[in-house]
């Protein structure tokens, strides 16, 4: 069984926007190519969810947050008293754990912005959450192509 990480972060603008984000990956990814000349090997989770209505993110700023899409049937559940959220769908689930111990500065303030949306981002091939360059991995693998992301509607914990 593959090992999921989630980590939180926020972004500010120069207008004084925040948005808050989550983005999750697995240890180890599940990656396809076909064997056409010059293909390239994707990640089948970014392929995946681009097919069911997920964007590419190339950069993580206030402002191209807010235009990504809401694809239909995902919401996020959380947080709970023990620092849980889980991210799915009616009949599977992307992520169900914590977001560590302690939430970015301004967490809350992103998430009241957002007007009740968090900016979910799923990360393929290549991306560790564990660096401690994670900022600067996470914009080179925005770059690449490496990251889909969508406006999912959040709610309370049912616990």
Same mark, same amino acid.
């Given at each position: 069984?593959?090992a999921? %990480?989630a980590v939180?972060?926020?972004?500010? #603008? ?11 990956a697995?240890?180890?990814? /599940?990656?396809? %190519? #076909? &064997? *056409? ?8 989770e970014?392929?995946?969810? =681009?097919g %069911?209505?997920?964007?590419?993110? $190339?950069a993580?700023s206030?402002?191209a947050?807010?235009?990504?899409? !809401?694809?239909?049937?995902? $919401?996020?559940r959380? +947080? &709970?008293v023990?620092? /849980?959220i ?12 914590? +977001? ?7 967490? $809350? ?7 009740g949306?968090?900016?979910? !981002?799923?990360? @393929?091939? @290549?991306? &560790? =959450?564990? /660096?401690?360059?994670?900022? &600067? *991995? ?6 690449r @192509?490496?990251?889909?992301?969508? /406006? ?5 914990? $049912?616990?």
């Amino acid at each position: 069984m593959r090992a999921v %990480r989630a980590v939180a972060e926020v972004v500010h #603008d120069r207008a004084g926007g925040t948005a808050s984000l989550v983005t999750i990956a697995a240890d180890v990814p /599940r990656l396809a %190519r #076909d &064997d *056409h000349p010059g293909a390239e090997v994707v990640s089948v989770e970014v392929a995946e969810l =681009l097919g %069911r209505g997920w964007a590419l993110l $190339s950069a993580a700023s206030v402002q191209a947050v807010g235009r990504l899409p !809401c694809p239909a049937g995902w $919401s996020v559940r959380g +947080l &709970d008293v023990r620092g /849980r959220i889980v991210i799915g769908t009616g009949v599977e689930v992307l992520y169900d754990g914590d +977001l560590g111990p302690d939430l970015p500065a301004y967490w $809350s303030a992103g998430l009241a912005a957002q007007g009740g949306y968090l900016i979910v !981002c799923v990360a @393929g091939d @290549g991306v &560790d =959450l564990t /660096r401690t360059d994670l900022v &600067d *991995h996470l914009a080179w693998a925005r770059g690449r @192509g490496q990251v889909v992301a969508a /406006r999912v509607p959040m709610f309370p914990a $049912s616990d």
